[in-house]
C-alpha cells in the first residue's frame, strides 16, 4: 500500500480520517450514549436501544436521522430518536455504526404520533414508521432544494361557506389560529374541493400549515388544483404513491424541510412531517382507501384525532355522509357539526324517489318491485336526455353477469359438484369451457320482470342474448345442462347481479342514438364527462364529475348494496348513494335521483330525505344497544385455533390484570383457504378461527396494550403460528 502524502508546507492540513478498528473508537465527548428505534418488528422488541456514539459521528448523529447499528450479529436500520449523557444498561454498549443520511427525516411530532398509533393498534413502532417515512433516495437528497416563490396569505372568500350557519365561525377560528374540531356535511352538489381549499387558506392566514387528506388519486388532483387556484402552485403539494418513489420523496423532504406549508394527500400523507399544524382535513372518512390494509392497519381519521390532540390542530371530518365515528365525535361533544339548515338541503338536493313510495306508483306500473329498472327510473332518465344533460347509472357490480340465482325463489345458485357459483359466459366468447362440453337445453328464462322497454326491462332473465350459452361452475368450470335449485325445486334461471358491461349494453339499446360512457369496472376510471346527453355508467366509487352536474341519477340493484354481510352495510350503501346523488342538479332544475330499492328501508329513508346526520345517529345508537364499535373498543384474533386460544386466555387472565369489563365473543372457525379459484376443504392444520375481544371504550387503551403484551410473549418463545389482531374490525361473526 502506498503510503499517505504528507501536506505541503504552510497549506492546509488534511483533516485525519477515523480509524476504521472499532477497537480505537472512541465516544462522543458530549452526549455519547443514542437512543435508537431498530426496525425489528417483533412486539417484545418494541423499544428504543441504547447505542454508543462514536466521536467521529457526533456531528452527524442527530435525533431524526437514519442510522445503521448491529442488533442479534446483524447490520440493521434504525432511526435515532435522542441522545443521551448516559444509559441505564449496566453492560457495554454497541456502537452506532453508521449515519446513512445526515437528513433528519423522524421529526419529535411524528415520532410521537408513531408511538400514540402504534400503542392504540397493538402495533409495534416500527411498522407505523414504515408507513410514516418514504423510502431514501441519495440522489434526491443530493439535490439542490427549489426556490419556491410563495406569496403572502390573502384572507380567503367566505361566500361559500355562508351556507352553513357555523361556516363563518369555523374560518375565524382557523384563521385565528384556534383548534376546532367540527364534522361538516356538505350541501348537495357543493364544490368541495374549493371549501376545503378556502379552510387551508384561512389557516395559512394565522401563519400556520395544513393537511388534507382524500381517498384516492383523483380527489387529490381536484383538491390540489383548488388548492392551487387560492394559494398559488409552490405553496402546496400532492403526495401519492402513484408519483413514483423518487418524487414521493423528493416532495415528502419539500415538507420535511420547511419550504410547503399545505400537503393534498391519500393516507400516507397523515404523518406528513408538517410543522406547526393548523388544520386537519379528512374527506370521505368511510372510504374504504382510508384504512391501511399494513399492520397495525391504522385508520385515517383516527390517525389525525390523535395528531390533532398531541399537536392543538383543528380537524375537520367531511364529507357528503357521516359515518358511526364521526357521529361519536359530535356526540361526545369533541366535535361541532358543521350543516345547512333544512330549507337550503331542500332547496340544492334533487328530488330521490324511491321503489313503493306511493301506491300511484304501484299501480303505474305493478312490476316495480320485481323489476331491475322500473318504469319511473326510465321516465326519469327520459326527461334527463331530453333536457340536454347526462344521466349517471351506478351499479354496483363490476363485469357481465358475476353469478345466477334461481328464478323462482333467488337462492345463488351452486355447481353440484364443488358448491361454487354458477355463471354464464359473455355473449360472443362461446361455451362456458366447463369440462363436460357438450351442448344441451339452456335455462330457461326468468319471467319475473316483464315489461317495456324490450331488451332493459328484460335484464333480470339470465340467458339475456346468450340463452343458448351453458351455465357452468365459476370454480370448477364444470357445464350445469340441467339445473335444480336445491331449496324450492325450480328449474328457472336469473341474474343474481348484472354487472356494468351488461348494463351498458341494455341500456344503449334500450336509448339508441345516446352515448354510452363507461367508468369502472374494468374499463379506465373518467374523471369528468362533459354535458349534454349521454349514458354514464358507472361502479359505486368511479363516477364522473359530470360538466355542469347530472340531469338524474338511477341507482340499480339496492339490494344487492345492502345484502352484503358487513357491520358497516347501511352506512357504505348510504355513503355511495349520497356521492353518486350529489352530482345531480337540484329539483327545481328537474334533477331526479331514482333508488331501486324498497321506500321502507331506513337507508333508503335517510337519501329520500337527504340526512345523513340523522342516520348516523340511528347507526350509532343500534351500534351501541348491540355494543359494536364504535360504541366500544373490540379487537379481532384471527388464527390457527390453539394460537387465538392462548392469546385470547393470556389477554382475560386474572393474574395479569385483565382490561375491565372485558368480553370474549367466539372463537369461530373463518373460511378455509383459497386454492385455485374456489374454497377447498381444509385439513386440521388448515383450520381458522376468529375470536373478538370486547372492552367499554374507556378501556380501549389497555386493551391494546393487553394484546401487544401477550403477542410479545409469543414472539419472544419463537411461537410458530402466526397471529393477526387488528382492532375495531368490520369483520364481526
Keep these: 500500500m502506498s503510503s499517505p502524502v504528507p501536506a505541503r508546507s504552510g497549506g492546509a492540513v488534511r483533516a485525519r480520517r477515523p480509524a476504521r478498528n472499532r477497537g480505537e473508537w472512541q465516544p462522543a465527548e458530549e452526549l455519547p450514549v443514542a437512543r435508537v428505534v431498530v426496525d425489528v418488528a417483533l412486539p417484545h422488541l418494541d423499544r428504543s436501544f441504547d447505542y454508543r456514539v462514536p466521536s467521529h459521528l457526533a456531528d452527524a448523529a442527530v435525533p431524526g436521522v437514519r442510522v445503521r447499528v448491529r442488533f442479534a450479529g446483524r447490520l440493521l436500520d434504525g432511526y435515532l430518536l435522542e441522545r443521551a449523557a448516559d444509559s441505564a444498561h449496566g453492560g457495554r454498549l454497541a456502537w452506532v455504526e453508521k449515519v ?306 334461481c328464478g323462482s325463489c333467488r337462492e345463488a345458485a351452486r355447481c353440484r359438484h364443488c358448491a361454487g357459483p354458477l355463471g354464464l359466459p359473455r355473449p360472443g366468447t362461446g361455451p362456458a369451457g366447463g369440462r363436460d362440453g357438450g351442448s344441451g337445453p339452456g335455462p330457461r328464462r326468468s319471467t319475473d320482470s316483464p315489461g317495456e322497454p324490450g331488451p332493459a326491462r328484460g335484464a333480470s332473465g339470465a340467458a339475456g342474448d346468450g340463452a343458448g350459452a351453458l351455465p357452468a361452475c365459476r370454480w370448477c368450470g364444470r357445464a350445469e345442462p340441467a339445473f335444480r335449485c336445491g331449496s324450492c325445486g325450480s328449474r328457472r334461471l336469473r341474474a343474481g347481479v348484472i354487472g356494468a358491461g351488461r348494463t351498458a349494453e341494455e341500456l344503449g339499446r334500450a336509448f339508441p342514438g345516446v352515448t354510452v360512457r363507461a367508468s369502472g369496472g374494468g374499463t379506465p376510471v373518467l374523471d369528468d364527462v362533459p354535458g349534454g346527453p349521454s349514458l354514464v355508467i358507472a361502479t359505486p366509487g368511479a363516477e364522473p364529475v359530470a360538466d355542469g352536474g347530472y340531469g338524474a341519477a338511477l341507482l340499480l340493484d339496492g339490494w344487492a348494496m345492502l345484502a352484503r354481510p358487513d357491520l358497516r352495510v347501511a352506512e357504505e350503501t348510504l355513503r355511495r348513494w349520497f356521492a353518486a346523488a350529489a352530482g345531480v342538479v337540484p329539483h327545481g332544475d328537474g334533477g331526479r335521483v331514482v333508488v331501486v330499492a324498497e321506500s321502507a328501508i331506513p337507508t333508503v329513508q335517510a337519501l329520500v330525505r337527504w340526512d345523513p346526520a340523522g342516520h348516523a345517529e340511528g347507526e350509532l345508537a343500534e351500534r351501541t344497544d348491540v355494543g359494536f364499535p364504535p360504541a366500544v373498543r373490540m379487537a379481532a384474533v384471527e388464527g390457527p385455533p390453539a394460537a387465538v386460544a392462548e392469546l385470547c386466555d393470556a389477554v382475560l387472565d386474572p393474574d395479569r390484570d385483565p382490561p375491565e369489563g372485558v368480553e370474549l365473543l367466539g372463537p369461530v372457525e373463518i373460511d378455509p383457504p383459497e386454492r385455485g379459484g374456489g374454497p377447498v376443504a381444509a385439513g386440521r392444520d388448515e383450520i381458522r378461527e376468529r375470536a373478538l375481544l370486547r372492552v367499554p371504550r374507556r378501556a380501549g387503551r389497555r386493551l391494546a396494550a393487553a394484546l401487544h403484551e401477550a403477542q410479545a410473549v409469543r414472539t419472544a418463545r419463537k411461537a410458530p403460528e402466526t397471529v393477526r389482531v387488528w382492532l375495531d374490525p368490520d369483520e364481526i361473526d
Excluded: N
Aim: proline residues 7%; aromatic residues 4%.
Design 100 to 405: 446513512v443520511s445526515p437528513e433528519p427525516v423522524l421529526t419529535p411530532a411524528v415520532a410521537g404520533l408513531a408511538r400514540a398509533v402504534a400503542d392504540r393498534y397493538a402495533g409495534v413502532l416500527a411498522d407505523v414508521l414504515r408507513l410514516a417515512i418514504p423510502a431514501r433516495h441519495a440522489r434526491v437528497e443530493s439535490e439542490k432544494s427549489r426556490d419556491r416563490s410563495v406569496p403572502d396569505p390573502q384572507s380567503p372568500d367566505r361566500t361559500g361557506w355562508d351556507a352553513y350557519p357555523r361556516g363563518g365561525a369555523l374560518l375565524d377560528a382557523l384563521a385565528g389560529g384556534r383548534a376546532a374540531h367540527a364534522v361538516w356535511q356538505a350541501l348537495p352538489g357543493e364544490d368541495w374541493t374549493a371549501r376545503l381549499a378556502e379552510a387551508a387558506a384561512a389557516t395559512r392566514t394565522a401563519g400556520r400549515s395544513a393537511l388534507l387528506v382524500v381517498p384516492d388519486q383523483r380527489d387529490v388532483d381536484r383538491l390540489h388544483a383548488a388548492c392551487v387556484a387560492v394559494l398559488g402552485e409552490d405553496a402546496v403539494v400532492a403526495l401519492t404513491a402513484d408519483l413514483g418513489p423518487a418524487e414521493r420523496y423528493r416532495r415528502w423532504l419539500a415538507v420535511c424541510r420547511g419550504s410547503v406549508r399545505v400537503v393534498v394527500g391519500t393516507r400516507s400523507a397523515a404523518f406528513a412531517p408538517l410543522g406547526e399544524l393548523g388544520l386537519l382535513v379528512v374527506w370521505d372518512d368511510g372510504d374504504d382507501s382510508h384504512s391501511e390494509p399494513r399492520a397495525p392497519y391504522p385508520q385515517v381519521r383516527d390517525v389525525l384525532v390523535l395528531r390533532a390532540h398531541r399537536e392543538g390542530a383543528a380537524l375537520l371530518v367531511a364529507g357528503f355522509a357521516r359515518t358511526a365515528e364521526a357521529q361519536l365525535l359530535v356526540t361526545s361533544g369533541w366535535a361541532s357539526p358543521v350543516v345547512a339548515d333544512r330549507s337550503t338541503v331542500r332547496a340544492r338536493a334533487p328530488r330521490v324517489t324511491a321503489i313503493g313510495e306511493s301506491d300511484t306508483q304501484l299501480v303505474r306500473d305493478p312490476a316495480a318491485r320485481a323489476a331491475r329498472v322500473p318504469g319511473v327510473a326510465f321516465e326519469a332518465a327520459r326527461a334527463a336526455l331530453q333536457a340536454g344533460r347526462p344521466v349517471l347509472v351506478q351499479v354496483p357490480r363490476s363485469g357481465y353477469m358475476p353469478f345466477l340465482a
